[in-house]
């Protein structure tokens, strides 16, 4: 089965950075796709950024210029790379993917009901 682990969180001075890791198994291809999503006390999930299958990326608004996403296919694994971090980038970080062939929907990552796998969660906590 597909399990996701997410890693890399801690606790950062407003500025600083962090990168997240999420390290995927069980996909049977290489065609997955990811998302990152966070969710802060009192606050609804949002959308962080996602990668493409194709490696295309997708950065919320609000995070352009200061977020990254990547993915290292020969590990499986997608990094959220997150410079001049706020405190209102506090929040549980969670990544995510819809099967591999769910891929194909045009902006899967708005969609919770197609999104089956989630990781655990890596806290953020900026100060």
């Known amino acids: 089965h597909v399990q996701l682990v997410e890693s890399g969180g801690g606790s950062v001075q407003a500025g600083g950075s962090l990168r997240v890791s999420c390290a995927a198994s069980g996909f049977t291809d290489r065609n997955y796709c990811m998302g990152w999503f966070r969710q802060a006390p009192g606050k609804e999930r949002e959308e962080v950024a996602a990668i493409e299958s194709d490696g295309k990326t997708n950065c919320a608004d609000s995070n352009k210029g200061r977020f990254t996403i990547s993915r290292d296919n020969a590990k499986d694994t997608v990094h959220l790379q997150m410079d001049n971090l706020k405190p209102e980038d506090t929040a549980n970080y969670y990544c995510?993917?819809?099967?591999?062939?769910?891929?194909?929907?045009?902006?899967?990552?708005?969609?919770?009901?197609?999104?089956?796998?989630w990781g655990q969660g890596t806290q953020v906590t900026v100060s």
């Open positions: 995510a993917a819809p099967e591999s062939f769910d891929c194909a929907i045009p902006f899967w990552w708005t969609q919770p009901q197609i999104i089956k796998y």
